[in-house]
């Protein structure tokens, strides 16, 4: 499907709708968002892209395979989760710095579990579409 | 709220289970989907609608104030969505690549015979 | 007892599967984290279980969340024994898969998502949470749905549809009977809910609840009526993967049953009643199902319906004695039935065909293997002094005094079908002479000498298993004596998780 307006609209949705995501996945800890969200919007960015411009070209976009988002992710998400064991403290008990961070505000080990969630969500959603999409030729 | 909250799962429900009960799997997927659905109703409904507050404690309190929404059905809903987006996932891209072998919607197609097992 | 490292063997196999998914496509590398991380999870699960023997239950709270309010993990004798048999037995899969499964199932990511479901299933048990171990069985049923279709044969694809469609079905009834516990309750931590569903007073609702949980352990643990999905699916995945379904996912269901009948609805006459004549029925269908099936594999599939029958029963008198040949069944269970479908994988590389009637002559061309494979046999059968034998007899003692005379004569007659089905096998697929006239594609001779004991190997080990819990019964009593004890009563596993 070649459609000028989708394509137009598209070149500017992409960044937009990529900033959104991460925008999502930094308030997630206090408010409505987070990585599971901000992943789908993420991946709903690239699938647009894929709809106008195929599969091929969000292939080259990314520059890797998504499936090999999702090791790095879990690894994430679980290298946060065990990290408290270090400190004597169940798992997944959340650790905090204690500095505020310009912009972002607080940062703790939840975050990192968020971004892992993020990246795994953006592999599998992406990875499902494109097996469906490319058995299709 | 509540009593429209039961009637639309309590539609869900018999609709699912119609869809269940047909032979296509298209429709079978379909079925599992509405019951997925009115499952996180019915929870959404049994953990008790108030008009309150986000259960978040303000930054300068310490406890909460005032009535609030139970926060437990709602994290249970979340996390049964995002299960379900998976298995829904999962399912939709089985059930392509079966039409594409049997190339047949009907369950009852689906019975290799004994003898061809290897 | 509070310890954070009970969940080590949850841990260890998300690690391995997140290391393969590195290392994807690289067949070599996932082969061997594969069976080194299985015998290091297997070697956590040996120090879990001799801590929680000597020193009683452990418990964790996830993110440091007091108890009833965020998600506990609790390691009791039953917890800790469950971990265990998974941990052998996947790790007796782990060292089959290495040679067992074709080289194109690994390129599409079999090893992970064999380590998935085996974190699945150890989430599952050490789980103190109801609504956490509903996450658990999805982790395990999505992993399960991939293994199931890995390859994707036609006959797979329709197996994995009806698998499918009733496995997601069992979850939704589970989902269900959560959110009217959690609406007349308001907790979902097992050991909070035993008190607080004494003090509802509306009972009938109580009761409907129960329903819904008997409807979808019934499901995933494949009793009648609910069982049709799995003779019509466990025989199309290859047999690895058929091993680790056989021997644990069902099992799974048995455990669930276990304990949410011991702490959350404890049997009242009605639900005794139920389940008794669903055990009954059970027995009897798996029975006779395996009597009219002629490929080995179909065969196994009905035997393991005939078996969990055994178990339901048990739960159903739920008396002391009862409980004991219960989860001895179940540890004998594990071993057996995963050995099972090894076995079958391992007829499939020595004849090619799973088939009775093609099958014929291996008593001539392999004695020792034979021989092996008759010492399993014998303890499926229940053989004295093998491990079969014992947990009958405390569930044959239990249902005389309990008068349930009906339950006794499924025992027999599911006993005797047994025995009937694998004196069958054992005399076509091994004593009788190759049928005349069938290409024997053997494609087990031409394999390396080091290939070949990776396939037999592992059927050793479970060997040696069934046999130790079999001359070593004693023990085992022992150990299955403590959890009927503290599965009649909770007060020290409710006073573990809540710490008052």
Same mark, same amino acid.
């Given at each position: 499907?070649?459609?000028?307006?989708?394509?137009?609209?598209?070149?500017?949705?992409?960044?937009?709708?990529?900033?959104?995501?991460?925008?999502?996945?930094?308030?997630?800890?206090?408010?409505?968002?987070?990585?599971?969200?901000?992943?789908?919007?993420?991946?709903?960015?690239?699938?647009?892209?894929?709809? /106008?411009?195929?599969?091929?070209?969000?292939?080259?976009?990314?520059?890797?395979?998504?499936?090999?988002?999702?090791?790095?992710?879990?690894?994430?998400?679980?290298?946060?989760?065990?990290?408290? +064991?270090?400190? =004597?403290?169940?798992?997944?008990?959340?650790?905090?710095? %204690?500095?505020?961070?310009?912009?972002?505000?607080?940062?703790?080990?939840?975050?990192?579990?968020?971004?892992?969630?993020?990246?795994?969500?953006?592999?599998?959603?992406? /990875?499902?579409?494109?097996?469906?999409?490319?058995?299709?030729? | 709220?509540?009593?429209?909250?039961?009637?639309? +799962?309590?539609?869900?429900?018999?609709?699912?289970?119609?869809?269940?009960?047909?032979?296509?799997?298209?429709?079978?997927?379909?079925?599992?989907?509405?019951?997925?659905?009115?499952?996180?109703?019915?929870?959404?409904?049994?953990?008790?609608?108030?008009?309150?507050?986000?259960?978040?404690?303000?930054?300068?309190?310490?406890?909460?104030?005032?009535?609030?929404?139970?926060?437990?059905?709602?994290?249970?809903?979340?996390?049964?969505?995002?299960?379900?987006?998976?298995?829904?996932?999962?399912?939709?891209?089985?059930?392509?690549?079966?039409?594409?072998?049997?190339?047949? @919607?009907?369950?009852?197609?689906?019975?290799?015979?004994?003898?061809?097992?290897? | 007892?509070?310890?954070?490292?009970?969940?080590?063997?949850?841990?260890?196999?998300?690690?391995?599967?997140?290391?393969?998914?590195?290392?994807?496509?690289?067949?070599?590398?996932?082969?061997?984290?594969?069976?080194?991380?299985?015998?290091?999870? +297997?070697?956590?699960?040996?120090?879990?279980?001799? %801590?929680?023997?000597?020193?009683?239950?452990?418990?964790?709270?996830?993110?440091?969340?007091?108890?009833?309010?965020?998600?506990? $993990?609790?390691?009791?004798?039953?917890?800790?024994?469950?971990?265990?048999?998974?941990?052998?037995?996947?790790?007796?899969?782990?060292?089959?898969?290495?040679?067992?499964?074709?080289?194109?199932?690994?390129?599409?990511?079999?090893?992970?998502?064999?380590?998935?479901?085996?974190?699945?299933?150890? =989430?599952?048990?050490?789980?103190?949470?109801?609504?956490?171990?509903?996450?658990?069985?999805?982790?395990?049923?999505?992993?399960?749905?991939?293994?199931?279709?890995?390859?994707?044969?036609?006959?797979?694809?329709?197996?994995?549809?009806?698998?499918?469609?009733?496995? #997601?079905?069992?979850?939704?009834?589970?989902?269900?009977? #959560?959110?009217?516990?959690? =609406?007349?309750?308001?907790?979902?931590?097992?050991?909070?809910?035993?008190?607080?569903?004494?003090?509802?007073?509306?009972?009938?609702?109580?009761?409907?609840?129960?329903?819904?949980?008997?409807?979808?352990?019934?499901?995933?643990?494949?009793?009648?009526?609910?069982?049709?999905?799995?003779?019509?699916?466990?025989?199309?995945?290859?047999?690895?993967?058929?091993?680790? $379904?056989?021997?644990?996912?069902?099992?799974?269901?048995?455990?669930?049953?276990?304990?949410?009948?011991?702490?959350?609805?404890?049997?009242?006459?009605?639900?005794?009643?139920?389940?008794?004549?669903?055990?009954?029925?059970?027995?009897?269908?798996?029975?006779?199902?395996?009597?009219?099936?002629?490929?080995?594999?179909?065969?196994?599939?009905?035997?393991?319906?005939?078996?969990?029958?055994?178990?339901?029963?048990?739960?159903?008198?739920?008396?002391?004695?009862?409980?004991?040949?219960?989860?001895?069944?179940?540890?004998?269970?594990?071993?057996?039935?995963?050995?099972?479908?090894?076995?079958?994988?391992?007829?499939?590389?020595?004849?090619?065909?799973?088939?009775?009637?093609?099958?014929?002559?291996?008593?001539?061309?392999?004695?020792?293997?034979?021989?092996?494979?008759?010492?399993?046999?014998?303890? +499926?059968?229940?053989?004295?002094?093998?491990?079969?034998?014992?947990?009958?007899?405390?569930? $044959?003692?239990?249902?005389?005094?309990?008068?349930?005379?009906?339950?006794?004569?499924?025992?027999?007659?599911?006993?005797?079908?047994?025995?009937?089905?694998?004196?069958?096998?054992?005399?076509?697929?091994?004593?009788?002479?190759?049928?005349?006239?069938?290409?024997?594609?053997?494609?087990?001779?031409?394999?390396?000498?080091?290939?070949?004991?990776?396939?037999?190997?592992?059927?050793?080990?479970?060997?040696?298993?069934?046999?130790?819990?079999?001359?070593?019964?004693?023990?085992?009593?022992?150990?299955?004596?403590?959890?009927?004890?503290?599965?009649? @009563?909770?007060?020290?596993?409710?006073?573990?998780?809540?710490?008052?």
């Amino acid at each position: 499907m070649r459609s000028i307006i989708l394509q137009t609209a598209t070149r500017y949705l992409l960044p937009i709708l990529l900033l959104f995501s991460i925008f999502l996945l930094l308030r997630g800890h206090y408010y409505p968002g987070g990585g599971f969200v901000g992943g789908l919007v993420a991946s709903i960015a690239f699938v647009l892209h894929s709809f /106008t411009n195929g599969t091929d070209a969000t292939m080259k976009l990314l520059g890797r395979k998504p499936l090999s988002l999702i090791p790095i992710g879990l690894g994430i998400s679980a290298f946060s989760v065990i990290l408290p +064991l270090f400190f =004597g403290l169940p798992p997944m008990t959340g650790l905090w710095v %204690q500095e505020k961070f310009p912009l972002i505000g607080l940062i703790g080990s939840s975050l990192f579990f968020d971004i892992g969630v993020y990246l795994v969500v953006i592999g599998v959603v992406l /990875t499902i579409l494109f097996t469906i999409s490319l058995t299709d030729d | 709220m509540e009593l429209l909250l039961i009637i639309v +799962l309590g539609l869900l429900y018999a609709g699912g289970v119609y869809f269940i009960l047909r032979r296509s799997m298209v429709k079978l997927l379909l079925g599992i989907m509405l019951l997925g659905s009115a499952t996180n109703i019915l929870i959404f409904v049994l953990g008790s609608i108030v008009k309150g507050s986000p259960p978040v404690i303000d930054a300068d309190h310490d406890t909460f104030s005032g009535i609030y929404a139970d926060p437990v059905p709602q994290a249970l809903i979340l996390t049964a969505i995002v299960i379900s987006f998976a298995l829904t996932a999962f399912a939709i891209v089985l059930l392509k690549r079966v039409y594409a072998l049997v190339q047949t @919607d009907d369950l009852d197609n689906l019975n290799t015979p004994e003898e061809e097992d290897i | 007892m509070t310890g954070n490292h009970i969940l080590a063997s949850v841990f260890i196999h998300l690690f391995i599967a997140i290391f393969q998914l590195i290392a994807w496509r690289k067949t070599v590398t996932q082969r061997i984290l594969s069976v080194g991380g299985a015998l290091v999870g +297997l070697i956590i699960a040996i120090v879990l279980f001799q %801590q929680v023997y000597l020193h009683g239950t452990y418990t964790l709270n996830a993110a440091n969340w007091a108890a009833p309010f965020g998600i506990v $993990f609790a390691a009791d004798l039953l917890s800790a024994t469950m971990v265990l048999l998974t941990s052998i037995a996947g790790f007796a899969v782990s060292i089959f898969s290495s040679t067992g499964i074709s080289r194109q199932r690994m390129l599409y990511g079999y090893f992970p998502i064999f380590h998935f479901l085996l974190m699945g299933l150890n =989430g599952a048990f050490l789980t103190g949470d109801i609504f956490n171990l509903y996450v658990w069985f999805e982790v395990i049923i999505i992993s399960s749905f991939v293994l199931m279709t890995l390859g994707g044969r036609k006959q797979q694809l329709e197996g994995a549809v009806k698998y499918m469609a009733m496995n #997601i079905l069992a979850s939704m009834f589970f989902l269900t009977g #959560i959110g009217i516990l959690y =609406g007349i309750t308001g907790s979902l931590n097992m050991a909070d809910l035993s008190t607080k569903i004494q003090e509802v007073e509306n009972r009938s609702l109580v009761g409907i609840t129960s329903v819904f949980f008997i409807l979808g352990f019934g499901i995933k643990s494949a009793v009648f009526p609910l069982y049709f999905w799995l003779p019509s699916s466990y025989h199309t995945p290859p047999s690895a993967v058929a091993a680790t $379904f056989g021997g644990l996912l069902t099992k799974v269901g048995i455990y669930a049953m276990l304990r949410v009948n011991s702490l959350i609805f404890i049997p009242d006459d009605f639900t005794r009643k139920l389940l008794m004549t669903i055990a009954v029925l059970t027995i009897l269908t798996g029975a006779f199902g395996a009597l009219i099936k002629t490929s080995v594999r179909r065969l196994f599939s009905y035997l393991i319906v005939c078996h969990i029958g055994f178990m339901v029963g048990g739960i159903a008198m739920f008396t002391k004695v009862a409980l004991i040949g219960t989860v001895f069944y179940l540890i004998h269970d594990i071993m057996v039935k995963t050995n099972m479908f090894l076995i079958a994988g391992l007829i499939r590389q020595l004849r090619g065909t799973m088939s009775m009637e093609k099958l014929g002559g291996l008593y001539r061309e392999y004695p020792k293997i034979s021989l092996l494979i008759a010492i399993v046999l014998f303890s +499926l059968v229940g053989i004295p002094p093998l491990s079969g034998f014992w947990p009958k007899i405390y569930l $044959f003692r239990e249902s005389f005094s309990q008068h349930q005379y009906v339950y006794i004569a499924a025992l027999i007659t599911g006993s005797l079908a047994t025995l009937y089905v694998i004196a069958k096998m054992w005399a076509e697929a091994f004593w009788k002479e190759t049928p005349q006239g069938i290409a024997v594609e053997d494609q087990f001779a031409p394999l390396p000498v080091y290939r070949k004991i990776l396939l037999v190997l592992p059927i050793g080990i479970l060997g040696v298993v069934s046999v130790y819990i079999g001359i070593n019964a004693e023990t085992i009593i022992q150990v299955a004596d403590r959890i009927a004890n503290e599965l009649i @009563d909770t007060s020290s596993y409710i006073k573990a998780v809540l710490k008052n």
